[in-house]
């Protein structure tokens, strides 16, 4: 029970750090950005549970895998003219960026995988995951920019507000968090980090079956 | 048109800086083997003809028509018709399975975003393709160097230690670039 257990947090790590490679790392290292990609993702991911639930429903699986991908691009195209009419700026700060998650291995693995559950549970069991990861990529996001930026950008009526919280200019060193190759070292670090605990808990766990 | 490869190719690489395929090239390069050969002809024949088709369909129809915004729709659907069948003709032909979506698709929304004729898309497209292309061999040298130092299996020390490689390569590709030296620039 516990093998598995270990091996379900592995798997789950492992899903992280391909989402992240495929959505956060390549997208600009700021909060807003981040907020607005993980709305996408999750309305993503409800829209794509519902639309694979009505293929269910209706014995559409000939066409469900060309209406899955059509609907989650209109999806996208649906969250770009929201955001060209609200906060046209974020529209093109993101820009290619924005279709990321949409063809993510993240999303694509619960859209076609072969389980069939009922609604209930499908959308339940989805949302948990995708909430879940959307508090990592939010974390991940609100870091890059205070290291790499020192600011806060924020979402608001009126556009993108950015609360300065330091002068990013005179520590030269951590503006490498706003890059790539920044982004890059961060998600190694936290896998590195997870291996670390993990690894840990192995000897803490083994030590006290020695001593029963 | 040399510019517009090597533009793509290393200066602003498809699969460092845009992100196009960053997971998925991680995982191919574990294997260098005639699955990946196929799987390289059967996608660069499917992004270069959807990126030709949809060209054409945005610029006759779309335009026209004041429907631009709905081109990645349509390109999803060109993308998709002739993915299925150059798939049909390499699986019947070779017997291999070469199905693969979101790096092709991905490829051909930049294509088609960052260019401004015919000519110019399939050649970006190209671009990508070749730094893809260009990547797996660095990876796979990579990932066979990482396992002949760590005999260990384990397998997340490995995959942060390419990614931590991975970020040397970009910062190696992007040293000609010093405009972090000027203040305020980032």
């Not at chain 1, 195209?77 to 700060?93: G, K, S």
């Not at chain 2, 490869?5 to 196009?20: D, N, P, T």
């Amino acid at each position: 029970m516990r093998r598995s257990g270990e091996i379900m947090n592995k798997k789950s790590i492992y899903v992280y750090i391909a989402a992240t490679l495929a959505m956060i790392v390549p997208a600009p290292g700021r909060f807003a950005c981040g907020v607005v990609l993980v709305l996408e993702l999750n309305l993503l991911m409800l829209v794509g549970t519902l639309v694979r639930a009505f293929i269910n429903r209706f014995n559409l699986q000939t066409t469900g895998n060309v209406l899955i991908l059509s609907v989650m691009i209109a999806v996208t195209m649906f969250m770009r003219q929201i955001l060209v009419t609200t906060v046209p700026e974020m529209a093109v700060q993101l820009g290619f960026v924005l279709y990321l998650p949409t063809v993510s291995s993240f999303l694509i693995g619960y859209m076609f995988g072969e389980e069939q559950q009922s609604l209930g549970r499908a959308v339940s069991r989805n949302m948990l995951h995708s909430l879940s990861y959307s508090v990592f990529a939010l974390v991940f996001f609100l870091f890059r920019d205070v290291a790499g930026f020192g600011t806060i950008t924020l979402l608001t009526g009126h556009g993108v507000y950015e609360k300065v919280l330091f002068d990013s200019g005179k520590i030269n060193a951590l503006v490498f968090f706003a890059t790539i190759p920044g982004a890059l070292v961060c998600t190694s670090g936290i896998l590195i980090l997870y291996v670390y605990i993990i690894n840990k808990f192995a000897i803490v766990e083994k030590a006290e079956q020695e001593n029963d | 048109m040399i510019d517009i490869i090597l533009y793509y190719l290393f200066y602003c690489s498809a699969v460092l800086v845009y992100g196009i395929g960053l997971n998925r090239t991680t995982v191919l390069s574990r294997s260098m083997d005639k699955t990946l050969f196929f799987l390289t002809i059967k996608n660069a024949i499917t992004i270069l003809c959807s990126t030709a088709l949809s060209w054409v369909i945005i610029m006759e129809l779309l335009i026209p028509a004041g429907l631009v915004e709905l081109y990645p729709l349509v390109a999803l659907l060109i993308f998709l018709s002739v993915s299925v069948f150059v798939e049909v003709l390499i699986r019947i032909t070779t017997g291999f399975k070469t199905s693969e979506f979101g790096v092709s698709y991905l490829v051909i929304l930049l294509a088609l975003n960052e260019s401004t004729d015919l000519i110019n898309a399939v050649i970006a497209a190209s671009g990508c393709i070749l730094s893809l292309l260009i990547i797996l061999p660095v990876m796979s040298a990579l990932r066979k160097r990482i396992e002949c130092a760590r005999p260990r299996n384990d397998r997340m020390k490995k995959k942060s230690l390419i990614m931590l490689t991975m970020a040397v390569v970009i910062i190696s590709l992007a040293v000609w670039n010093v405009s972090w030296l000027n203040q305020g620039v980032l």
